[in-house]
């Protein structure tokens, strides 16, 4: 097949890379980084011909790119705009929470800051403080703080964060437990597990500092057995389709469960309408069958058995640009990554990162610049791959969590 990943950062250059495998692939728009690797198009992705597009970002979804390349009868994986809604809307998504009876944490919207402000002083720690839109999973606040949770819902009231993502707030019971990242792959009624991953949203070790878009991640996870995986799609996942399905929106794409296994079962946190990342980065290449069947068997709503995977382990390590995720400096030039590419069970993924072909180097062009991952037998062997291969690695500024899978 010819297949189409529409995106540019890591979890599209994981993507590319698996697809890539048995098929040819155009990503659109890519980066100047990952065209080193794959052919790239800046064409309305409508202009691309393809047996099939995989979308991989929020945003065009939100969009409605999946809609429009669907009324010119193209086969896509990913939803529609009011599918999309899920992840677009904190209060879209509680509100089919509710109607498809799937546990999550007890929370309330608010559009009037008096009213959050009451409502949060009569809620027990942790607090959690989330905006209404798009903010990358940089707009959610956990503390243990009262006076913190009502400084965040000032500045998020007030439009001072997150540009036009602030306003609406919802306030959200802390839930306490484990958590993981799951990967529905859905028909629009149907749905199939990929294995559970980890994600690691704080900044700094020990899991301090602020929520980032994630810092690293490992798969599979030795807790996560498959009757807790199954039992996550039963609970979480299938009743959310179905409830979509009565509202008239067929789900064909990925849910990605966000999920906090707590002493009474899994709850949701939060559905996001596209892959992890870096979740991807670990999961995507345990796949053994073709991957590319598989999400065409989600675009035509035929998907059916779980895919068959390895028992590897892959661990990826995010290096991160200087400010992020405040505010980012770019420009730095990259050293060592040919020499981190060219080691045994490594796979350097592009996130924040640009070629300058003039020069002939790799340049730090993002807050996530890239995601250094190793595969081994073992999660040990994997984590030892993926550090080393990170240790070659430099830029000013370079910063990334020692911690991931230790
Ligand atoms: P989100 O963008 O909703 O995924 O939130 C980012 C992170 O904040 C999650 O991955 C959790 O670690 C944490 N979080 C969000 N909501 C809650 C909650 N209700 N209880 C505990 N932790 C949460
Ligand atoms: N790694 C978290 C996310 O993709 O939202």
Redo the contacts with the bound molecule.
Sequence with gaps: MRIVVVGSGGREHALAYVLGKEHEVVVAPGSSAIGQYFDLSDKDPLDIDADLYVIGPEQPLVDGLADRLREHSKAVFGPSKEGARLEGSKAFLKDVLVAAKVPT?EHRSFSDLSHALAYVESMKP?Y?I?TDGLAE?K??L?TEELSEAKEDIVAKMTGRRFNGAGRTIVI????VGK?LSLFALCDGRNAVALPAATDY?RLLEGNEGP?TGGMGAYAPLSWASDSLQEEILDTLVKPTLKELLRRGVQYRGVLYA?V?VTDSGPKI??FNVRFGDPETQVVLPKVEEDLGDILLECAVGEIDTRPKVSSKSLLTVVLAAPGYPLSTKTGAEIAGVQRASKRDGVKVFFAGTSYDSERDVFVVSGGRVMAVTGEGPTLLEARSRAYSAVSEITFEGMHYRSDIGA
């Excluded at 959200?172 to 839930?175: A, P, V």
């Design positions: 944490a942790p959690v989330k999973g707009g959610v956990v959200e019971e802390g839930l958590e949203k929520n966000g906090m946190i939060e």
